[in-house]
């Protein structure tokens, strides 16, 4: 028998990734962050290696928030 690997409802596994998401969108909106732009800018920027490793950390919630912000106080000013 092969062994294979579920990921789906029900199993460890799809339960792991569940829980990785969920904890990406509820710390997103602890930090007032709207979770679909979050996750789509990230992965947009990650994806095609636009950001390097030594940068990720801007692209923690907390972080990303202010960088977003920043165009617009300065457009205000």
């Given at each position: 028998?092969?062994?294979?690997?579920?990921?789906?409802?029900?199993?460890d596994?799809?339960?792991?990734?569940?829980?990785?998401?969920m904890?990406?969108?509820q710390?997103?909106?602890?930090?007032?962050?709207?979770?679909?732009?979050?996750?789509t800018?990230?992965?947009?920027?990650?994806?095609?290696?636009?950001?390097?490793?030594?940068?990720?950390?801007?692209?923690?919630?907390?972080?990303?928030?202010?960088?977003k912000?920043?165009?617009?106080?300065?457009?205000a000013?």
């Amino acid at each position: 028998m092969s062994e294979t690997r579920h990921y789906g409802p029900g199993s460890d596994g799809g339960a792991r990734h569940w829980a990785v998401a969920m904890s990406l969108i509820q710390t997103a909106k602890l930090n007032g962050v709207n979770p679909l732009a979050w996750l789509t800018d990230v992965l947009e920027r990650i994806v095609p290696g636009r950001t390097k490793r030594h940068e990720l950390h801007t692209l923690l919630p907390w972080n990303w928030k202010t960088e977003k912000a920043a165009p617009a106080l300065a457009a205000a000013a």
